[in-house]
């Protein structure tokens, strides 16, 4: 059996140093900075940054997912929109953040997907930005992509992130540092699976596809065809480049000498990205219960020490005093407090009814035999939130363990239409497959699962995953595709 869709991802860091101690939060009504909602065609930043200065940053991360978006693909795919918290203060954003980051990315207890960042951050930022938009630009376009192309394209992205006219095809310095003098190693990097393990290991992963840009386009372009079809990666690298078999030692010291090569001579193409004119932000206010229920929203991290004694039991306090109903001041409750689970939930869905995470917590506080009450709580988070892949994934796990695949196939297809890089939800597919008679199809999507384990799982968190896939293996694995590779999409990298 999976392991819960539901499970939620460890923050991964982003880019380093800020000071490590956590300052003291005033809301709005508490004489404290004025919270604002920011919005773009594709971001919605919740910051207590001044509004010309929340305006700015909503107006960067356009500039730089457009620039994603329209540097790699002729027609630009639907990427849905990201959530960014941006907090003024280095001292307050520490609360939230892992050792040694200014920015993470984090999925937090009922919410999506998320940013956290200090908002002033420095340039750098851009970068870091950069690159995880690409892994969310791109998943929505390969139905199956290696560890190395994937973060060795991101790497190649980075380049967007400079001030002015964004450009694709530059040489980061950081990147050149770590493989000039070159040193090998490529072999290493094509045949990993789960995780790189080093910063070199991410810039021989860059410094290829960069290879593969500049001297190889044409193969490249066919290669990537391939991974948008969903063939095999390992399959469709032995056939576009027959003559780099990661298996070959020979091969690969080939493949070092031509990297080499490359990175020794310095000579590349870049070309400049035109942007389409972006609509400007538009801003809302947001009120101090708002304020508060976003910050326990979040993991409180506090840089990997310990949170003040009292400090979470304060704001969730300060939370309910604002809005008696707050559902993530009552997620903590329920999760202190146990017996009182479902109550608890049921304040939450009173006071927030049209609040698909109300239902979800009530969902998640039901015991195991409350299966139609859990069965309802989920639909009507999906009545809510219909755009929620977490939410339509967790009512199709719910419905695929009470033996209705059938019924649970709508709600997961479409997790992974709005979610494709999600594990979880590729998982929950891979079983909706599985339980149907499906078995090559389960094995096609569970293997795309595996490719986007996120890297800092520990093997406990791998496990079901891998069991699944190595169930299916065996049952089906020798059998061939499950059916001809789908036509290219139009959205292919330039």
């Given amino acids: 059996m999976a392991r819960p869709a539901w499970l939620a991802l460890l923050p991964v860091p982003l880019l380093a140093a800020v000071p490590a101690s956590a300052g003291e939060f005033k809301c709005p009504e508490a004489g404290g900075p004025a919270w604002r909602e920011v919005r773009t065609a594709h ?63 984090t999925e937090p207890f009922l919410s999506g997907p998320t940013i956290v960042m200090y908002g002033k951050g420095a340039d750098v930022q851009r970068v870091v930005v950069a690159h995880e938009i690409t892994h969310h630009v791109t998943r929505r376009v390969f139905a199956r992509q290696p560890l190395w192309f994937g973060e060795g394209l991101a790497c190649a992205m980075e380049s967007v992130a400079t001030v002015g006219t964004p450009t694709i095809g530059g040489i980061p310095a950081h990147r050149a540092r770590e493989v000039n003098p070159y040193f090998g190693e490529v072999a290493r990097v094509l045949r990993a699976r789960e995780r790189l ?26 290669f990537q065809q391939r991974l948008a079809r969903g063939q095999d990666p390992a399959v469709a ?17 080939a493949l070092d000498k031509e990297l080499g090569r490359h990175v020794t001579r310095g000579e590349f193409r870049y070309r400049e990205v035109t942007l389409p004119k972006a609509a400007p932000p538009s801003e ?42 707050s559902v993530a001041a009552l997620a903590h409750l329920v999760a202190q407090r146990p017996a009182e689970a479902v109550a608890l939930a049921d304040k939450a869905t009173s006071a927030h009814p049209d609040d698909a995470r109300a239902w979800l917590l009530l969902a998640r506080a039901l015991p195991p035999e409350s299966k139609e009450r ?41 997790a992974v239409e709005l979610s494709p890089g999600s594990s979880a939800a590729l998982d929950t597919l891979a079983g909706v497959a599985e339980a149907r008679g499906d078995c090559t199809v389960a094995l096609q999507i569970q293997r795309r699962a595996l490719e986007l384990l996120p890297e800092e799982l520990s093997d406990k968190e791998r496990a079901p995953y891998h069991g699944r896939a190595e169930r299916l293996e065996r049952a089906c694995g020798g059998t061939g595709p499950a059916s001809p590779p789908a036509p290219a999409p139009a959205s292919v990298t330039k």
């Fill in 197 to 222: 393990e080093t910063s070199r290991d991410y810039a021989v992963a860059w410094a290829l596809v960069h290879y593969l840009m500049n001297r190889r386009p044409q193969e490249l372009g066919q």
């Fill in 237 to 253: 690298w032995r056939e576009v480049f027959p003559q780099w078999d990661p298996a070959s030692d020979e091969a690969m010291a």
């Fill in 374 to 414: 859990r069965e309802a709580a989920l639909r009507k988070a999906v009545a809510a939130d219909p755009s929620s892949a977490q939410i339509l994934n967790e009512l199709a796990w719910h419905l695929l363990g009470t033996g209705r695949a059938d019924e649970a196939l709508p709600p997961a297809r479409r």
């Fill in 43 to 105: 971001f919605v930043i919740q910051t207590d940054l001044s509004s010309g200065r929340a305006e700015d940053l909503a107006e960067e991360l356009e500039r730089v997912h457009e620039a994603v978006r329209y540097g790699l693909f002729r027609t630009p795919p639907d990427t849905g929109v990201i959530r960014v918290v941006a907090m003024a203060d280095e001292d307050e954003y520490a609360l939230f953040a892992p050792r040694g980051a200014t920015a993470f990315y």
């Fill in 284 to 325: 809302r206010p947001m009120t101090a219960a708002q304020a508060h229920d976003l910050r326990l929203s979040l993991r409180w991290l506090n840089r990997g020490e310990k949170v003040e004694e009292g400090k979470e039991r304060a704001e969730i306090e300060e939370a309910l005093r604002h809005d008696p109903g």
